[in-house]
């Protein structure tokens, strides 16, 4: 029995047929390949690498950099940016406390150690007593 028969005495949904259409893009590559720029903006704002996204297309990594830089770029500060909305949404809103210590650390500056330089060193104590003569200062 062929494959044809099989889908035709088959019941519930038939398969999806491919279908010609248009994409919008950039043409690229000597091949001339047409590439759409929200596309490689959506890769990179998931995280995928310059090679991923480039054999995704089909396209050298070059090509994709030279053609895609500021497409690139974008992706990868959307991504940055929901990452931070997530950790300060998790760290004020779910009060989870590993979260909070982490921003403080990296946005507040806050440190595990103390900092034992001479610039975070206490001033010297002195303590003024007065012996006769006014404002007399002795050095304990």
Not at 97 to 109: E, M, P, S
């Amino acid at each position: 029995m062929s494959v044809e028969k099989e889908l035709v005495n088959k019941t519930g949904p038939k398969p999806k047929q491919i279908v010609e259409g248009t994409v919008k893009g950039i043409c690229v590559g000597r091949d001339k390949k047409i590439v759409p720029p929200e596309e490689v903006q959506k890769l990179a704002a998931l995280g995928c690498r310059d090679n991923e996204i480039s054999k995704f297309f089909g396209i050298k990594e070059d090509t994709l950099r030279y053609n895609f830089a500021e497409y690139l770029i974008k992706g990868r500060e959307e991504v940055k940016i929901t990452l931070r909305r997530a950790m300060l949404t998790n760290a004020c809103k779910n009060m989870n406390a590993a979260v909070q210590i982490f921003l403080a650390k990296n946005i507040l500056g806050y440190e595990s150690e103390p900092n034992n330089s001479e610039e975070s060193e206490p001033l010297p104590w002195v303590e003024s007593r007065i012996l006769g003569e006014e404002n007399a200062e002795i050095e304990i």
